[in-house]
């Protein structure tokens, strides 16, 4: 009996994974028509010298990792508020 | 805790509007770290050991090297030590870099202090040294050289100090603090003091010496001359005027000193030799006679004076010597703005620690620890560097496993790397060929006997359970007895020479599961009908490659941008070349070239970095947590002061 469960799961893992395949699938192609974004130049080496100055004075890869984090989060949290919204924990726009 | 206390709700203070402003923790942890770091505007120069370094950049890291010894340097296992014949021992690094260390008389570890403790301790007293009297403990705590090195002057009880690295024919080795006249004559302090013939020359206007062909050497006079050509070319007399003048003219520039003069002829940092400056007496030397070209190593004093020497002769405006272009150009450099002794430390201290670490060790090999924590210090410092490729690194032949020294070049071999679980012996295949293999492959069917139900019974088909490289033994990923996974032995695994040429390693064959192989009928349960083992795979999403397209494509550019900004700190660095201004034949400046370099501020500055790092995240993360949790512990500080009581 068990054989029998397992097969049966098999095949449902096996039609879900097709669909997200298929579904990868179709997502690429889309993407693909999509006209890609011009490259920016390459920053001036005086820019580079002062970039390094600048993070020599201040700690610039943590401040760029927290401006990360904290745009990440406000993100997520306005995803999850729509979840909330619906759901009726949350009230107004906030 | 200002709103717990007060909360009488003036609502409209200043305060309160800066608050109400966003006036983030985060932002107002950068504010009190920023604060800090320009009330210590005081140089943090401390204790560092003048050493045979290849890269003159790298003076910051050998000093943070040897002030923290929980992070003692380490050689690479192999090297072979030439004082013993056999490879460094852990003792003999510990016991080099430890003797170094206390010799010089550097710093704690800061590991041991705690990296909170000494951010708290520093905010704190960047409030006290606003104060003179903060600024005073300041400077005694951080070093007496001041910030601007022009200050300096030189100290005839403390005359610089020489160290010669000959390798032959050198009449000294060691040290000195007067140089060396020997054989050869590397350099010499005190002959050619009144033999000097001023014939060549004739007297400017205002007392300057004037050559034949009009050249003015300032700061000079006939009777007390800066150069003679009787002493030779590129040659240096004395009767200086003031100590630590330059002069600069002909081919030359000459450093003058209390105690010790010579030219700065064809200097240059000749890392190839592992020394820190190299001067070539081309033409007759100081006593007469040449030096051969690669005699004479000279370290002055310290390893980072004699760098910033070199710093300046290389961003000087004319040439320079090989390897930074021109060949005897003159280089018109204030050399003497660079002698500012960086700290209090005794020409003793760091006479010792350079010694204890291999200073000496330019004719002969020195004791095994300290080959070692000169070894260990190069490596640190420089992983590219390897001992015994110069003259002043005589005997130390150093051989590096897996490194061929002659003849065309060879990928390293790697060992034959371990089949993953359930790895589909094509992918393995493509491993092998990204890491160099280009021999045949030969894939076989293994007879898969292993029990039912066990990790080798129910793989997938096309897995690859074993591997075999040439003639030798089969290994096995599997127990052939239980069917369970065998931990792959690196250290046994046999290596894969790439390439084609002699001695590459020319078969791999690997043993994998028959495609025809069933899992389910050997014990197999895992769900995933013929996809066995995988379950739900999410992989073509989470694989999917958006590229930079339009309209999403700005977070590319943000990406881009964020990245320009996210580079390695490096200390301003910039040179200042002051135009000749000259009336006629009389040049009143001529080749003033001032180096800024902020270097010396690079452990402080990484202390403030730290600091500030650990204000910004909690800053950032208490401001995230109280946006969207409604956490507010603090309340409104304004609601606590009136602003009227305040300004």
Redesign the interface.
């Known amino acids: 009996m ?2 029998v469960w ?2 049966i ?3 449902l ?2 039609a ?2 097709l669909v ?2 298929k ?3 179709a ?2 192609a889309l ?1 693909s028509i ?4 011009p ?2 130049p390459t ?1 001036p080496s005086q ?3 002062v ?14 990792a ?2 990360v ?2 745009a990440s ?2 993100l997520l ?1 306005y995803a999850v508020s729509i979840a909330l919204r619906w759901a009726k924990v949350l009230r107004g726009n906030s | 805790v200002a709103g717990r206390l007060g909360g009488s709700g003036r609502g409209s203070s200043t305060l309160s509007r800066l608050y109400r402003g966003r006036l983030s923790p985060c932002v107002a942890g950068v504010l009190v770290a920023g604060i800090g770091w320009l009330a210590l505007g005081v140089a943090p120069a401390k204790a560092f050991v003048g050493d045979p370094m290849t890269l003159p950049e790298n003076q910051s890291l050998i000093q943070s090297v040897l002030q923290d010894i929980d992070n003692l340097p380490t050689i690479p296992g192999g090297w072979t030590n030439p004082a013993t014949g056999s490879a460094y021992t852990a003792a003999d690094e510990l016991t080099g870099m430890t003797t170094a260390e206390m010799a010089a008389g550097s710093l704690p570890a800061l590991g041991a202090l705690g990296t909170v403790a000494i951010g708290g301790a520093t905010l704190y007293t960047s409030y006290k040294v606003f104060s003179p009297l903060g600024k005073i403990i300041a400077r005694s705590i951080f070093g007496d050289a001041g910030v601007n090195p022009s200050n300096y002057s030189f100290d005839a009880a403390n005359p610089p100090f020489w160290t010669s690295y000959c390798t032959t024919g050198c009449g000294n080795t060691g040290s000195s603090s007067s140089g060396f006249c020997g054989a050869s004559n590397c350099v010499q302090a005190t002959a050619c003091t009144s033999t000097c013939n001023t014939a060549s020359f004739t007297t400017g206007s205002n007392g300057q010496i004037v050559s034949a062909n009009g050249t003015v050497f300032t700061g000079c006079t006939l009777a007390n001359p800066c150069w003679e050509a009787s002493c030779g070319a590129n040659t240096v007399c004395v009767g200086c005027t003031a100590q630590g003048e330059i002069h600069a003219g002909g081919s030359f520039s000459t450093v003058c000193t209390g105690t010790s003069r010579f030219a700065l002829d064809e200097v240059y940092d000749d890392s190839a030799s592992g020394s820190i400056i190299k001067v070539l007496n081309t033409g007759p030397g100081l006593c007469g006679s040449a030096a051969a070209a690669g005699d004479c190593f000279l370290l002055l004093r310290t390893a980072k004076q004699m760098r910033s020497v070199i710093s300046s002769i290389k961003d000087g405006a004319s040439g320079g010597s090989a390897p930074y272009g021109g060949t005897n150009a003159v280089k018109n450099v204030d050399v003497s703005s660079k002698f500012n002794p960086p700290s209090t430390l005794t020409q003793t201290d760091v006479t010792n620690a350079e010694q204890q670490c291999g200073a000496t060790l330019g004719a002969s090999t020195g004791t095994a620890a300290q080959e070692a924590c000169r070894a260990a210090l190069n490596y640190s410092v420089d992983p590219t560097w390897t001992p015994g490729s110069g003259s002043s690194s005589a005997g130390a032949t150093v051989t590096i496993p897996g490194v061929s020294t002659g003849g065309a070049s060879t990928a390293l071999p790697f060992q034959i790397p371990e089949p993953t679980a359930s790895e589909a012996y094509l992918d393995y295949i493509a491993r092998l060929r990204a890491l160099g293999y280009l021999g045949s492959v030969t894939v076989t069917d293994a007879g898969m006997g292993y029990p039912s139900g066990s990790a080798g019974a129910v793989l997938n088909p096309k897995s690859v359970i074993g591997v075999k490289v040439g003639s030798g033994s089969r290994i096995d990923v599997y127990n052939a007895g239980t069917g369970a996974r065998v931990a792959f032995d690196t250290t046994t695994a046999p290596a894969v020479t790439p390439g084609t040429g002699t001695g590459a390693t020319t078969s791999v064959t690997i043993y994998k599961v028959p495609d025809a192989y069933d899992p389910l009928a050997n014990g197999g349960t895992v769900p995933g009908g013929t996809g066995a083992g995988g379950g739900i795979n999410f992989t073509p999403l989470t694989s999917l490659s958006l590229g930079c397209k339009f309209p999403y494509g700005f977070v590319c550019y943000a990406e881009d941008v964020t990245g320009w900004f996210n580079t390695t700190p490096r200390a301003p660095n910039w040179t200042i070349d002051v135009p000749d201004l000259c009336m006629g034949s009389t040049c009143y400046t001529s080749g003033l070239v001032y180096t800024v370099d902020l270097s010396f501020f690079d452990t402080y500055m990484s202390w403030m970095r730290d600091i500030m790092a650990v204000a910004i995240i909690v800053g950032a993360v208490y401001t995230v947590a109280a946006r969207l949790l409604g956490f507010d512990a603090a309340g409104d500080p304004g609601e606590a002061m009136d602003e009227a009581s305040i300004f």
Request: hydrophobic share 65%; no cysteine.
């Open positions: 068990g054989f397992s097969g799961l098999g095949v893992v096996d879900i994974n997200i395949a579904l990868a699938v997502i690429t993407l999509l006209p890609n974004m490259a920016l920053p820019l580079v010298a970039e390094g100055w600048v993070a020599w004075a201040l700690p610039v890869s943590t401040i760029l927290m401006l984090f904290t989060m406000y949290w």
